[in-house]
């Protein structure tokens, strides 16, 4: 348990949390600028000063602090992915996670509850076994079981034969777990700019500055600063800005949706996700129902919330939960996401020199906010590309060396 928390809970008045140093002034020189205050840029900022003693670094974040996809996902982690490359990197991600809130000494509500991926289909029940096999070969621990087993592992769901699409097994991933997404982005916030990394939010860069085509500096609604290394990771506005720094990314931006219920007497305990219904599904500390579906059907920059939305996650939601249809929605909200052609991230370098990018993260980034901030700020300081997110690379598209990802994004496309 984080030490602060203890001190905290027995202490008389409650001050409270500052998650980072509020300054007036930009300086007019950085060693490295981010241009992003989401859960990445803010990791990366961390691991640079933390790990590679790099703190003249500013991160510039256009709103509020960690206000895009960071504030707005389901917060679900997991390694069960599909391909080699993805569960090494994502595995992980999970190990660096559990140890979190010790590091920040600040709880980031780390909740590790299993989950579960339905299968409906024959098509679906080849995948699940393809990638609990692919998971075991690397030690990830993932597993196909059957209705009898999954009445023990989720009492309440509906396992009925007499439904459209009855369950017919599933992939069961023990280490699945859920977190406070807002923790994650204010411990690793915290945690740089005690190590003298800037953070100014309300500060969106406009353009970049080059000199024999490499960048030299950003652009900002505050006035142009000087800078050696520029690293890219706005998430959803990840064309726009590679525009602006004038290069092309394979990807398109859809909105995602989400929503929660009212807070109800603990009844789920574990996350359950069905790809063919297009639901998924976990419930909070709290007791709120956290709930999403399948991605908009067309790509816009918007974060406006439809009644389609809701009623079509309703409607499958009732097929696995049929009890659950008194309970009211509290919120809804979305985020946009970056899609690439492979359901694949993109990290490392970029055509231009000094430029680097953290970009692709589609429905999929949260779970890889600590892995990337490490790998990303080995990167930066060493300007070689790691091992494991070497397979990531922009290049990868030109080479036609795709990594598919789409039978892992639990989220419908
Ligand atoms: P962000 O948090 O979006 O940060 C990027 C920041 O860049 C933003 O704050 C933005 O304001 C800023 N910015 C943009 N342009 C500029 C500029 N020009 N100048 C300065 N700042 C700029 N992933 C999972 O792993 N598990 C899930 O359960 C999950 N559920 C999701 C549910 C929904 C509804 C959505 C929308 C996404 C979900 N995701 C999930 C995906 C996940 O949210 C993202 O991949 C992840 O949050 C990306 O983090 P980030 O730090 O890269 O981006
Ligand atoms: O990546 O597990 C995931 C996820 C679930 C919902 C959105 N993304």
Redesign the pocket.
């Known amino acids: 348990m984080p030490f602060s928390l203890l001190k905290y809970g027995f202490s008389k008045v409650h001050p409270s949390e500052r998650h980072f140093q509020n300054l007036a002034e930009l300086k007019s020189s950085y060693d490295v600028v981010i241009?992003?205050?989401?859960?990445?840029?803010?990791?990366t900022a961390y691991y640079l000063a933390k790990q590679w003693g790099i703190t003249n670094v500013a991160v510039?974040?256009?709103?509020?602090?960690?206000?895009?996809?960071?504030?707005?996902?389901?917060?679900?982690?997991?390694s069960n992915y599909l391909t080699p490359e993805g569960v090494r990197f994502y595995d992980e991600s999970i190990k660096l996670f559990q140890n979190l809130s010790n590091e920040f000494d600040y709880n980031i509500l780390y909740s590790e509850r299993g989950h579960l991926t339905l299968a409906h289909t024959d098509a679906a029940m080849r995948t699940s076994r393809w990638r609990a096999e692919v998971n075991k070969h690397l030690g990830v621990n993932s597993e196909v079981v059957y209705p009898d087993e999954l009445a023990k592992l989720c009492p309440h769901l509906n396992l009925s034969q007499k439904v459209r699409y009855p369950i017919m097994g599933a992939l069961h991933h023990p280490p699945g777990a859920?977190a406070r997404?807002d923790a994650v982005?204010w411990g690793y916030a915290r945690g740089a700019s005690d190590r003298g990394v800037e953070i100014h939010t309300h500060?969106?860069?406009?353009g970049f500055n080059f000199e024999n085509g490499r960048v030299i500096g950003v652009k900002?609604n505050r006035g142009d600063i000087r800078c050696g290394k520029v690293l890219q990771?706005?998430?959803?506005?990840s064309s726009?800005?590679s525009k602006?720094a004038g290069f092309k990314l394979p990807i398109k931006s859809i909105?995602?949706?989400?929503c929660v219920s009212e807070p109800v007497k603990p009844f789920l305990d574990i996350i359950v996700v069905s790809g063919s219904l297009h639901v998924?599904v976990s419930q909070s500390s709290r007791g709120e129902l956290v709930m999403?579906s399948a991605s908009d059907p067309y790509p816009l920059y918007s974060t406006r919330s439809t009644l389609e939305f809701k009623e079509e996650l309703m409607m499958h939601l009732l097929e696995l939960f049929p009890f659950v249809g008194k309970l009211k929605l509290l919120r809804q909200?979305?985020?946009?996401?970056?899609m690439t052609p492979d359901f694949s991230p993109v990290m490392g370098i970029t055509p231009i020199q000094n430029y680097y990018i953290?970009?692709g993260?589609?429905?999929?980034?949260?779970?890889?906010?600590p892995v990337?901030g490490t790998r990303m700020a080995e990167t930066l300081a060493t300007d070689k590309v790691p091992d494991l997110i070497k397979p990531f690379e922009l290049e990868r598209f030109y080479r036609f060396d795709q990594l598919g990802e789409r039978g892992a994004a639990?989220?419908g496309h």
């Open positions: 241009v992003g205050g989401g859960g990445h840029g803010l990791a510039l974040e256009k709103g509020y602090l960690a206000g895009g996809n960071t504030a707005r996902n389901t917060a679900i982690i997991r859920i997404h982005a500060t969106e860069v406009t900002t990771a706005v998430a959803g506005l726009e800005v602006l909105p995602l949706q989400a998924y999403g909200w979305a985020g946009t996401a970056d953290d970009a993260w589609g429905t999929w980034g949260f779970k890889a906010t990337c639990s989220v």
